[in-house]
C-alpha cells in the first residue's frame, strides 16, 4: 500500500478541528509541508504533551508526507516559550530538511493563513487554502497519526486535554468513542457541581451540558467551566438576542477590525462594518458579505477586543451562513496588504486569559499515563468533512478492537471509522455503539 492508501485505510482525518480526510492532502503535491503545533486555545496543551511524549512520530509522519507529496522543505510551528521541553523532537529532526520554527506566544497562532504566514512569509489568496501557495498544513497529531498509519495502525484513540475547574487537568490518550464523563472522571471529577463544557477549546469550541457525548477524532480538548461562568453565560445566549444587542449598542469604535488577526494580515475582512449593516435590515446584505466572508471564527472580536461585550463574531457567521443561504458570493477586495502594525499589534495569550476571567485555571495539562476500559463507545458516522461512512457490520456482531465498522461511500469524500474496543455492536443509527462483553 502506498501512503494515501495506508492513511484511508486508517481511517486518518486532520486532529486540528474541521477533520478534513488526510489522505486528500496526503496525494497533493507541493513545496512545503508545515506541522501546526501551535496551540493556541487557552488551557488546551494535548499538542505540547504529544510533541514531548511522540516527536519521533510526529517527525516520522512528516517524513512520509513530504516524500509523497515532493515537499522539500517541511516546518514545524510552535511556540517559543516550549523550546527547553523540545529537546526530543530537536533529536529526531537531526539529519532532516524539516527546521523548527517558534512562534510568539499569542492568540491566534494557529489559524492556518497567520501560521503559513508565520512559518512561510506566503499570503494564502483571500478564500484560498494553503494549497494555493505550495503550502498543506497538518496539525502536529495527525502527523502522529499518519506514521501509525504507514504500520497498519488505524486511527482508533485521541489526545486531549482535560483542563479548566478539574481536580488534576491532565492529557490522556483515550480511546475515540470514550464518553465525556468517562475522561472527567480520569481527571478526578469536576470542582463544582453544576458545570458545562467547552468542547476543543473555549474560543472556538462548542458548549456543551451533555456529559454522555463521545469524544471523536476532531476533539482536542474539555475545558470544564462553572455554570455561573461569564463565558458560560455569554455563549449560551440565543443568535436573536446577540443580533438584537448589536443592533442597539454597537458603537462603532471598529476595535472589533483593529484586533482582528485576518484584518491585520492584509484581508478584507471589517466585523465592524458587518456589525453597522445590521441596521440596514434586508437591504445591505451584498455589502456585508464584503466584510464577513473570510472570517476564521477564531473569537477575539467577541471576547477580547469588544469594549461592550457585543458579538461580532457570531455576527459575521450567522451573514456567512445567509449568504451561502441564498448564493451571494463574495467579492472582496483581492489585494493583500500586511497592515503596518501587524508586529506590533498581536493579543498575548497570556493578556487573553485575563480577559475571559480563566487565570485561575490556567496550568499545565501534563501527560498522564491512564489505561481506559470503557463500558461502551460511541463512534459517529460523520467525525469528518465529507459524506457520513456507511455501516458494515450488523447489531449482534462481535468487534475486535481496530476492525473497520464504517467504510466510506464509494466514489465519496469521507473516512473509514474502526472500532476502538473489543465488544458486540449494540445499536447502529447515526452512530455505532459498541459495548464491551
Ligand atoms: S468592537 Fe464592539 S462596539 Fe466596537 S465596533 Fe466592534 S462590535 Fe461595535
Ligand atoms: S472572529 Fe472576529 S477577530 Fe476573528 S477573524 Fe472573525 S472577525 Fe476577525
Redesign the pocket.
Known amino acids: 500500500m502506498n501512503l494515501v492508501e495506508s492513511i484511508r485505510s486508517a481511517g486518518v482525518v486532520g486532529c486540528g478541528g474541521a477533520g478534513f480526510p488526510a489522505q486528500v492532502k496526503a496525494a497533493s503535491k507541493v513545496e512545503i509541508v508545515v506541522a501546526n503545533g501551535a496551540e493556541c486555545e487557552p488551557l488546551l496543551h494535548k499538542d505540547l504533551e504529544l510533541m514531548i511524549r511522540e516527536p519521533e512520530a510526529i517527525v516520522g509522519g512528516m517524513k512520509l508526507l513530504m516524500a509523497a507529496t515532493g515537499a522539500q522543505h517541511g516546518i514545524i510551528g510552535v511556540k517559543k516559550k516550549y523550546e527547553d521541553k523540545l529537546d526530543r523532537i530537536k533529536i529526531a529532526l537531526h539529519g532532516t530538511n524539516i527546521a523548527l520554527k517558534f512562534l510568539g506566544d499569542y492568540y491566534p497562532t494557529g489559524d492556518e493563513y497567520v501560521l503559513v504566514y508565520e512559518t512561510t512569509k506566503r499570503l494564502i489568496p483571500p478564500q484560498g487554502i494553503p494549497l494555493d501557495v505550495g503550502v498543506v498544513v497538518n496539525n502536529t497529531e495527525t502527523l502522529r497519526n499518519i506514521h501509525l498509519a504507514s504500520q497498519n495502525h488505524p486511527f482508533i484513540t485521541k489526545y486531549v486535554s482535560i483542563g479548566g475547574a478539574v481536580v488534576h487537568p491532565s492529557t490522556f490518550e483515550v480511546p475515540i468513542g470514550i464518553s465525556f464523563d468517562d475522561v472527567i472522571k480520569a481527571a478526578g471529577g469536576a470542582t463544582v457541581s453544576e458545570y458545562a463544557v467547552f468542547v476543543s477549546g473555549i474560543m472556538m469550541g462548542k458548549l456543551e451540558t451533555d456529559l454522555s457525548l463521545p469524544i471523536t477524532k476532531t476533539i482536542a480538548g474539555l475545558i470544564i467551566l462553572p455554570t455561573n461562568h461569564r463565558l458560560i453565560q455569554r455563549k449560551s445566549l440565543a443568535m436573536d438576542a446577540m443580533l438584537r444587542i448589536g443592533k442597539s449598542a454597537c458603537d462603532q469604535c471598529s476595535y472589533?477590525t483593529e484586533?482582528?488577526?485576518?484584518?491585520l494580515l492584509g484581508y478584507d475582512?471589517q466585523?465592524h462594518k458587518v456589525m453597522r449593516s445590521l441596521s440596514f435590515t434586508a437591504t445591505g446584505e451584498d455589502i456585508r458579505n464584503q466584510w464577513a466572508q473570510l472570517?476564521?471564527?477564531?473569537?477575539?472580536?467577541?471576547l477580547y477586543?469588544c469594549p461592550e461585550d457585543l458579538y461580532?463574531?457570531e455576527t459575521?457567521e450567522k451573514v456567512k451562513k445567509d449568504l451561502a443561504l441564498k448564493a451571494i458570493k463574495w467579492n472582496g477586495n483581492r489585494d493583500i496588504k500586511i497592515h503596518p502594525i501587524y508586529d506590533g499589534r498581536h493579543v498575548p495569550l497570556k493578556k487573553l486569559i485575563d480577559k475571559l476571567g480563566i487565570s485561575e485555571y490556567d496550568v499545565p495539562a501534563h501527560f498522564m499515563d491512564k489505561k481506559f476500559s470503557p463500558n461502551q463507545v460511541r463512534l459517529p458516522l460523520l467525525q469528518h468533512i465529507g459524506k457520513p461512512a456507511h455501516a458494515i457490520v450488523s447489531i449482534g456482531q462481535q468487534v475486535k478492537i481496530g476492525d473497520v465498522v464504517a467504510e466510506i461511500p464509494e466514489k465519496e469524500l469521507g473516512a473509514r471509522i474502526h472500532s476502538s474496543i473489543d465488544g458486540r455492536v449494540k445499536t447502529i443509527d447515526d452512530e455505532i455503539v459498541i459495548e464491551k462483553v
Do not use: K, Q, V
Open positions: 472589533c484586533f482582528c488577526p485576518r484584518y475582512i466585523p472570517c476564521c471564527a477564531c473569537g477575539l472580536c467577541t477586543s461580532p463574531e459575521c
